[in-house]
T-cell receptor, first 115, second 110 residues
């Protein structure tokens, strides 16, 4: 049963704490992405990775870090430098094709709340 | 610059037809995606257009005019379960990076 999983579903962060959001896919997709969604705003790209051991900053990378050591996994760390981390975080993946083959498929999301 | 515009909210009645418009400006253009997102859930893929014209898929159709930077999503025979946000996303040339609009929240009433 192929898909994208994210964990946890809800995550609470204390001030000054780093937290890591998990994203795993078994779709054999090369590319993976992290987005942040805030009320009334569109999805904003945090980081993306086209291939293992390579990743690029998106539009709002400050305060976040990622790694891509395995094709299946693309964890996102929200560091203490991110001053407004409360949001819905979505992970996505896509094949390396073109056109319709570039369709991104999303995981169920992690809602991060600051205590 | 890159910009996607779509209405914030729309309402419609069960059984009716609704058209959700989207205009876009991107540095290069290589496709337009529509996603459906129910509250608190992940976006799910609905349609993709790269050439001008209408793509039909059951009750949902999507149209693209590249010269006008314009797309719409047409939903027919509306059902209560169609109440959701509909996200328009444009892909610029180069790597698979999408620019998303803020989404249109559709409320279907009985």
């Amino acid at each position: 049963d192929g898909g994208i999983t994210q964990s946890p579903k809800y995550l609470f962060r204390k001030e000054g704490q780093n937290v890591t959001l998990s994203c795993e896919q078994n779709l054999n997709h090369d590319a993976m992405y992290w987005y942040r969604q805030d009320p009334g705003q569109g999805l904003r790209l945090i980081y993306y990775s086209q291939i293992v051991n390579d990743f690029q900053k998106g539009d709002i990378a400050e305060g976040y870090s990622v790694s891509r050591e395995k094709k299946e996994s693309f964890p996102l760390t929200v560091t203490s430098a991110q001053k407004n981390p409360t949001a819905f975080y979505l992970c996505a993946s896509s094949p390396a094709g073109t056109g319709l083959g570039e369709t991104q498929y999303f995981g169920p999301g992690t809602r991060l709340l600051v205590l | 610059g890159q910009n996607i515009d779509q209405p914030t909210e729309m309402t419609a009645t069960e059984g009716a037809i609704v058209q959700i418009n989207c205009t876009y400006q991107t540095s290069g253009f290589n496709g337009l995606f529509w996603y459906q997102q129910h509250a608190g859930e992940a976006p799910t893929f609905l349609s993709y257009n790269v050439l001008d014209g209408l793509e039909e898929k059951g009750r949902f159709s999507s149209f693209l005019s590249r010269s006008k930077g314009y797309s719409y999503l047409l939903l027919k025979e509306l059902q209560m379960k169609d109440s959701a946000s509909y996200l328009c996303a444009a892909k610029s040339t180069g790597f698979q990076k999408l620019v998303f609009g803020t989404g249109t929240r559709l409320l279907v009433s009985p």
